[in-house]
T-cell receptor, first 114, second 112 residues
Framework: GENVEQHPSTLSVQEGDSAVIKCTYS??????FPWYKQELGKRPQLIID?????GEKKDQRIAVTLNKTAKHFSLHITETQPEDSAVYFC?????????????FGIGTKLQVIP | EAQVTQNPRYLITVTGKKLTVTCSQN?????MSWYRQDPGLGLRQIYY???????DKGDVPEGYKVSRKEKRNFPLILESPSPNQTSLYFC???????????FGPGTRLTVL
């Protein structure tokens, strides 16, 4: 089955700096790569996603890049703010038996220091 | 308001006492899933359902059961809970056309 590796597991940055979280996946059939943000005590919520026919996607201060050849995708947050502090999960998804199966990474705890 | 709801939000129980965690969504989504979240292990899928009466095992199904008798509801059943099932549980739903998963608020379960 699919294996998603995510690193780093923890990341501390100064407010205003950039943060980068990286993920690799194993199954070349994966075609959808979402990123979820989970604030303390809250549910995970989608912040950005990318499909396999696109190499990069940007939404204000966040961007995701995808390298299908290397099976690697990354989340980039620029001009970090304290409210960006949360756990971020990457995921890889593929069609399997009529269902879009999703495999999550273990998460990255991001701390933005004011 | 489009949402996924779970009940109860918190539950403390004892080994072997059957329990059910309910999940309901009002978005007419075909797909529903249950995940457990444990420190250092991320979100792991327990069971999923593609539609009414269609369910299948995820990555960690041992000790759990599910049913999908109605499109909106997807309860998680622990027939004989054990301490290793102490965890934070999330229900999620998504549509066939769009892949974004909408998560419920979570259920924190402690099995003594």
């Amino acid at each position: 089955g699919e294996n998603v590796e995510q690193h780093p597991s923890t990341l501390s940055v100064q407010e205003g700096d950039s943060a980068v979280i990286k993920c690799t996946y194993s199954d070349s059939a994966s075609n959808y790569f979402p990123w979820y943000k989970q604030e303390l005590g809250k549910r995970p919520q989608l912040i950005i996603d990318i499909r396999s026919n696109v190499g990069e996607k940007k939404d204000q201060r966040i961007a995701v890049t995808l390298n299908k050849t290397a099976k690697h995708f990354s989340l980039h947050i620029t001009e970090t703010q304290p409210e960006d502090s949360a756990v971020y999960f990457c995921a890889a998804s593929k069609r399997s038996g009529g269902y879009q199966k999703v495999t999550f990474g273990i998460g990255t705890k991001l701390q933005v220091i004011p | 308001e489009a949402q996924v709801t779970q009940n109860p939000r918190y539950l403390i129980t004892v080994t072997g006492k059957k329990l059910t965690v309910t999940c309901s969504q009002n978005m007419n989504h075909e797909y529903m899933s249950w995940y457990r979240q444990d420190p250092g292990l991320g979100l792991r899928q327990i069971y999923y359902s593609m539609n009414v009466e269609v369910t299948d095992k995820g990555d960690v199904p041992e000790g759990y059961k599910v049913s999908r008798k109605e499109k909106r509801n997807f309860p998680l059943i622990l027939e004989s809970p054990s301490p290793n099932q102490t965890s934070l549980y999330f229900c999620a739903s998504s549509s066939e056309l769009y892949n974004e998963q909408f998560f419920g608020p979570g259920t924190r379960l402690t099995v003594l």
